[in-house]
């Protein structure tokens, strides 16, 4: 994904302030998913402000938040561990 699709990205983020994961992103704009989602990741201005809840057959995924300017994203939030029952 060329650098021309950044602007989109972050417009689309603009109009889901509750944030997106990839995969929605990639499902409103196309292209390759991992381009959508290195894009994401290159982005200063978002970030990862939660993550979805996985179930047995599926792994969890970031919900990436476009920050306005002025204003910094803050850090992201890590990605959660599994935990062993015991």
Same mark, same amino acid.
């Given at each position: 994904?060329?650098?021309?699709?950044?602007?989109?990205?972050?417009?689309?983020?603009?109009?889901? +302030?509750?944030?997106?994961?990839?995969? &929605?992103?990639?499902?409103?704009?196309?292209?390759?998913?991992?381009?959508v989602l290195r894009s994401l990741r290159i982005m200063k201005d978002v970030y990862?402000?939660?993550?979805?809840?996985?179930? &047995?057959?599926?792994?969890?995924?970031?919900?990436?938040?476009?920050?306005?300017? +002025?204003?910094?994203?803050?850090?992201?939030?890590?990605? +959660?561990?599994?935990?062993?029952?015991?």
């Amino acid at each position: 994904m060329s650098k021309t699709r950044l602007p989109v990205i972050r417009q689309l983020l603009a109009e889901h +302030p509750d944030g997106l994961t990839s995969r &929605q992103v990639h499902d409103l704009i196309g292209g390759e998913r991992s381009a959508v989602l290195r894009s994401l990741r290159i982005m200063k201005d978002v970030y990862i402000d939660r993550w979805t809840k996985a179930g &047995q057959a599926k792994p969890s995924e970031a919900i990436f938040v476009w920050v306005p300017p +002025p204003d910094d994203p803050p850090v992201d939030c890590p990605r +959660p561990t599994l935990r062993k029952h015991l």
